[in-house]
């Protein structure tokens, strides 16, 4: 029987799992690891497969199946990580954007980082001015279809590529334009270093957007960038708080805190609510690593942080890498020939086969613009999982665009398509990313006259035919002037009593031990070193004839007298 156990155990450690990750180019990387495997071998294979040294700013983020995001941690078990059922999915990415993205020492490196930062783009994570838009979107054109030829470019070229959630007519010249005129002879690592060098000037720049609501029940979302910590409302940046002035953050059930000291010695803490206490732990542990990746001048100051405080139970996390610094230092010591770039080529999607170059398919009309659901279920899901580097509008992806809804008008045609209420949810669309110049300050007006917020998507990534959708809190808003309490009132009066109680709970064990010292040190025989000299201390022989003894002596008559009492009766 023993040897029975010992065998089916061991058949359990030497048991393989296999595990796909999908690369920032749609490639998947396919491997095998050992049950007791840790985060750092899957990643270190993954580097070694795509030659990578400059490795410190990427990570493996997975889908759990309740839909929400982790980053892969290399100092435990991959296995233990995974709540699903092999085999394992996940996605490379970069998890820690570079300060300044040209200055990175291996050309590889950058690669790679365009691509997480055109997904962005894509993706609506990258917010910008339709200007800015046309500029990035040219580059990526270059870089991949080379100088513009009119022979192999006919009219319109440019309207058959994604580059954004939404197009129109007019930035799609604008891209042609500046593709012909003013890119040619650009090489891809060229146009490349020029992609980031104005996509680092961007105030998105490095988002990766938590949904949340604040202490009024509007709508936001919050991100970590390598400046500092953001906060979003619509297409606007609400707060921008540095590194340096980041005191502490820590989170309770679905409440989220950041304190914050500025200058003058003001101190404020912001709070938010998460979807889930799940996802407030994640928006947690993302807060604590990029602090201590952009702040810190060396990793051994990393220290363990706890999010609760005295009275609660919290979880204790601890950032395990390199920081910002350090990486800088070592990628300069970097000395070996470039390594060779399989740059993503133009051919069929593999997921989508209905993708084509067919002509493009007008999406919004260009006047009176209305808000527009803007469904994955078509065009934008097969797009994601789409093999293209960029990917090649599809004739249902244009289709996707007909559902009107309720939002402010807009006269310009580069206006934003604005997503309305009663069909907005992250699971199925995207905020369109260009922003005209002239148009952002009304867009806000209009969404806050008509109480409806904008929101950043996140890009899905789960497991093939299962879209990672935020979940969305039911959190309401706290009403000043209404009577009684709203839901968010009564959720701080009860973490109050709670407190309380906790408190008196400690104060009393606390008391329990002490009482139970006293009766040690004076009615017991032990003599021991430690309870010697407390009993020859003549404070103690005090505190033991004028108070302990009465007390025990007036203790004992009042028993007396109610086992007297009862023996009577």
Request: hydrophobic residues 35%; aromatic residues 10%; charged residues 25%.
């Amino acid at each position: 029987m023993l040897s029975r156990w010992m065998s089916g155990s061991s058949r359990n450690l030497d048991r393989e799992y296999n595990c796909t990750v999908r690369l920032l180019d749609d490639s998947e990387y396919t491997c095998t690891i050992q049950r007791d495997a840790k985060g750092q071998y899957l990643f270190d294979l993954l580097c070694h497969h795509l030659n990578l040294l400059e490795k410190d700013y990427f990570g493996i983020r997975f889908v759990d199946p309740d839909k929400q995001r982790h980053w892969l941690e290399f100092t435990k078990s991959v296995v233990k990580q995974m709540r699903a059922q092999p085999p394992f999915t996940m996605c490379f990415r970069v998890k820690f954007y570079p300060t300044d993205p040209a200055a990175l020492k291996e050309e590889i490196t950058r690669y790679l980082v365009f691509l997480q930062i055109k997904r962005d783009l894509y993706h609506g994570r990258l917010l910008c001015k339709t200007s800015d838009a046309a500029l990035l979107a040219a580059y990526i054109l270059q870089a991949e279809i080379g100088d513009y030829d009119p022979g192999k470019h006919p009219e319109g070229y440019s309207s058959k590529f994604q580059f954004f959630p939404k197009h129109s007519e007019k930035l799609e010249r604008k891209i042609a334009e500046i593709h012909k005129s003013e890119l040619s002879g650009q090489t891809p690592a060229t146009s490349e270093l020029n992609f980031l060098r104005k996509a680092q000037t961007l105030e998105t720049y490095g988002v990766d957007p938590h949904p949340c609501k604040d202490v009024s029940g509007n709508a936001a979302f919050l991100a970590f960038t390598p400046f500092g910590f953001v906060v979003l409302q619509g297409n606007k940046r609400v707060h921008f708080i540095k590194w340096n002035e980041v005191t502490k953050m820590k989170f309770e059930g679905k409440t989220f805190y950041l304190y914050v000291s500025q200058k003058e010695e003001k101190k404020i803490v912001l709070t938010y609510f998460a979807p889930t206490p799940e996802a407030c732990k994640h928006l947690w542990k993302c807060g604590i690593e990029n602090q201590a990746f952009y702040k810190l001048e060396k990793s051994s100051q990393v220290r363990t942080v706890s999010s609760s405080n005295l009275f609660f139970k919290g979880s204790r996390f601890r950032y395990s890498g390199r920081v910002a610094k350090e990486v800088m230092e070592s990628s300069a010591k970097i000395k070996r020939e470039p390594p060779e770039i399989h740059r993503a080529g133009l051919v069929p999607s593999r997921s989508c086969p209905s993708i084509t170059h067919g002509p493009r398919l007008s999406s919004v009309p260009r006047t009176r613009r209305r808000a527009v659901h803007i469904s994955i279920m078509e065009g934008l899901e097969s797009l994601r999982d789409s093999a293209h580097s960029t990917p090649v509008r599809s004739a249902s992806h244009g289709d996707a665009f007909a559902g009107p809804g309720r939002s402010g008008r807009a006269e310009s045609s580069e206006r934003v398509a604005v997503i309305a209420d009663e069909s907005y949810s992250p699971a199925d669309s995207v905020l369109p990313t260009p922003v005209a110049e002239h148009s952002l300050e009304l867009m806000l007006l209009s969404r806050q006259a008509n109480g409806a917020p904008c929101s950043i998507e996140e890009e899905k990534e789960s497991e093939p035919g299962t879209p990672a959708a935020e979940v969305e809190g039911e959190l309401r808003a706290l009403c000043p002037g209404a009577g009684g309490l709203g839901p968010a009132q009564a959720q701080q009066v009860n973490k109050f009593v709670l407190s309380v109680l906790r408190l008196l709970l400690v104060t009393v064990g606390l008391l329990f031990v002490l009482l139970l010292l006293l009766i040690v040190l004076t009615e017991s025989d032990l003599d021991t070193a430690f309870f010697r000299d407390i009993r020859q201390t003549p404070e103690f022989e005090q505190f033991h004839y004028q108070y302990f003894c009465p007390l025990r002596r007036w203790f004992a008559c009042k028993l007396r007298a109610v086992v007297n009492l009862l023996i009577d009766t």
